[in-house]
């Protein structure tokens, strides 16, 4: 009894841990993005293009020096990503969206922002410069072809989405469109992971022939309960399990 009062300790110290170091990860990221520096570089579903960068309707040298608006869909994960808006300088969360109400109303009155329950009223809306879509995986792709139809920049929960014939409609899409994208693999960010990359880089480990992910990853049952929750581990809007939901961050470093 008591080594198992340990451990349930130990796992939400680490739960705790976890939740601050995506938060740090996001922070670092929406940082990036505020100040468009990584509009202008390689990252994960980020395209190049010659034409002037729009940050919603309104072109980049009028936003240079104000805060870029985001708008977050899907307020289980995205919780995060409003307060890594709230907390990043150059940012302002305009406002937030999910079809549930009882999710909706409150997290507006915290933040201080508008709700939405319909994405097209979001994207109706001038002050969204950027849109942030943390709904569940499966739907990534329709939301996010909405976005970009819309001319607003994007940034994407990992995966992208669960089927690969989607991601490439959306990267299509973005292409066409030249508006800018992004993936949330905060992991990139992490300073020790770019370390490691640098030395990879630079040929200080030598020539690697294989590599090792080992993903310790705790998620207690009620992160797979319903309503919001029942979706995870689901073909139809997960991909499977968890190497398609936590082990893409491994995955993505690999690559």
């Known amino acids: ?6 451990t349930r300790l130990r796992t939400d110290q680490w ?17 990036d993005l505020a100040s468009s520096t990584i509009f202008l570089r390689p990252f994960p579903l980020t395209f190049a293009s010659t034409r002037p960068l729009q940050l919603g309707r309104r ?8 805060e870029i608006g985001f708008a977050v869909v899907g307020l289980g994960m995205g919780r995060h990503h409003c307060k890594a808006v709230q907390n990043a300088p150059g940012a302002r969360l305009v406002g937030v969206c999910d079809v549930d109400a009882e999710r909706l109303g409150p997290a507006a009155e915290e933040y201080g922002c508008k709700a939405w329950s319909h994405l097209d009223e979001l994207l109706a809306d001038d002050e969204v410069d950027v849109v942030n879509i943390a709904t569940p995986s499966g739907t990534h792709v329709e939301l996010a072809l909405q976005a970009v139809a819309a001319g607003k920049p994007l940034i994407v929960e990992k995966p992208a989405d669960i089927r690969v014939d989607r991601i490439d409609a959306l990267i299509a899409a973005v292409d066409k469109a030249g508006v ?33 992910g080992h993903l310790p990853w705790y998620r207690k049952q009620t992160y797979y309960d319903g309503p919001h929750g029942s979706w995870k581990g689901t073909w139809d809007m997960d991909g499977g399990g968890s190497l398609m939901n936590q082990g893409v961050h491994t995955v993505d470093l690999l690559q």
């Open 1 to 6: 009894q008591t080594a198992c009062s340990v």
């Open 15 to 31: 739960l705790r841990e976890g939740g601050r170091r995506y938060n740090q990860g996001v922070h670092r990221l929406l940082s």
């Open 59 to 66: 072109p980049l040298e009028s936003v240079m020096s104000a």
């Open 180 to 212: 800018k994208a992004a993936g949330i693999f905060q992991s990139r960010l992490d300073p020790l992971n770019r370390q490691i990359r640098d030395a990879v880089a630079g040929g200080k480990l030598g020539n690697l022939i294989g590599v090792h």
